[in-house]
């Protein structure tokens, strides 16, 4: 009986990483709802703005899951982590991740240096934008002059230059699909906030 009472324990806190999370289809490209707030802006990288989880994490792929690949990091490594915590991998190219990927799904994007890895997404008019570390979010590549992103498999990834190449992600790992009913709750670097559904208010049909 011992058992069987423990197991069900852990089944519903298991749940409840799934519960009440904002509809995620195809994210719209109002920037202002994270460079707005300087807590918000702080304390949410690169993986919570592909994801579309603003709590405050700083959130790492498979830390939620207890699958964590720590440095030098790999694309296998990053993505598996990413795999735990309900990402899906949807291919190499574009079109193909786009032929995987549901209409009630978002698609994101991760590159890779070496040293340090970053994720994009997919915005509603089907231009991509990312967020690295505590700056603010940008739909801008690392070109000169920058330029929009329309395939991160293409894009120019190179955001430290000659001073921090640890920032030049010249290693393209692929395309994940973000499925609202497969995410788990954000785990990283600071203590999450409760999820609710009104960060920015109620998102019945779109992600923020």
């Not at 070496?114 to 934008?129: K, L, V």
């Not at 992103?149 to 190449?165: E, K, L, R, V």
């Amino acid at each position: 009986m011992g058992d069987i009472r423990r197991w069900t324990v852990l089944a519903v806190a298991a749940a409840t990483l799934f519960l009440t999370l904002p509809a995620y289809t195809t994210a719209p490209n109002d920037l202002s709802r994270w460079n707005g707030d300087d807590n918000r802006r702080l304390c949410n990288n690169c993986y919570n703005y592909a994801v579309n989880q603003p709590n405050g994490s700083l959130g790492q792929p498979g830390w939620a899951s207890g699958i964590y690949n720590d440095t030098p990091y790999t694309c296998g490594g990053v993505l598996a982590g990413a795999e735990g915590d309900g990402l899906a991998f949807a291919g190499q190219t574009l079109d193909e991740a786009r032929d995987r990927c549901s209409e009630d799904c978002c698609l994101v994007a991760l590159v890779n240096s070496g040293y340090d890895f970053h994720w994009y997404r997919e915005d509603a008019d089907g231009t991509w934008s990312h967020k690295s570390g505590s700056f603010p979010a940008s739909n801008l590549d690392g070109a000169s002059p920058p330029q929009p992103i329309t395939d991160p498999a293409t894009a120019n990834h190179n955001y430290g230059g000659a001073s921090d190449p640890r920032r030049n992600y010249d290693i393209f790992c692929g395309f994940m699909c973000v499925c609202r009913d497969r995410m788990l709750i954000l785990q990283g670097r600071k203590v999450p906030k409760p999820i609710t559904q009104t960060w920015y208010g109620d998102c019945p049909t779109d992600c923020v």
